[in-house]
């Protein structure tokens, strides 16, 4: 069982950058693909970027690519999100998510353990 805890979340003007961090409970870390989805009023959730348990380069969605950057730090139990150059589009709840020992997961019903989610609002 993984607990995921997310923060980081507010508002920001265009332009602007945050970052949001996802807190994980459980000793296995390590060995859980991470991703970030968000939703905005009225859509559906979308799927933001992945980093694989094994290791490599996140793996982003079209629309943030170039500006948000997924990295993880196994010592702290924690994966991040660095929004940079943030649009209005952007705006929307922000949701960190994992699943074990996986190699795609694109797609939000690939995984199995979701956060409460982080409100992100940019104004224009």
């Known amino acids: 069982q993984v607990q995921l805890v997310e923060s980081g979340g507010g508002l920001v003007q265009a332009g602007g950058s945050l970052r949001l961090s996802c807190a994980a409970s459980?000793?296995?870390?390590?060995?859980?693909?991470m991703g970030w989805f968000r939703q905005a009023p009225g859509k559906e959730r979308e799927f933001v970027a992945r980093l694989l348990w094994s290791g490599g380069s996140g793996y982003y969605a079209d629309s943030v690519k170039g500006r948000f950057t997924i990295s993880r730090d196994n010592a702290k139990n924690t994966v991040y999100l660095q929004m940079n150059s943030l649009k209005p589009d952007d705006t929307a709840v922000y949701y960190c998510?994992?699943?074990?020992?996986?190699?795609?997961?694109?797609?939000?019903?690939?995984?199995?353990?979701w956060g409460q989610g982080t409100q992100v609002t940019v104004s224009s």
């Open positions: 459980g000793r296995t870390f390590s060995s859980y693909t």
């Open positions: 998510a994992a699943v074990l020992l996986a190699s795609r997961a694109l797609v939000a019903n690939q995984y199995d353990y």
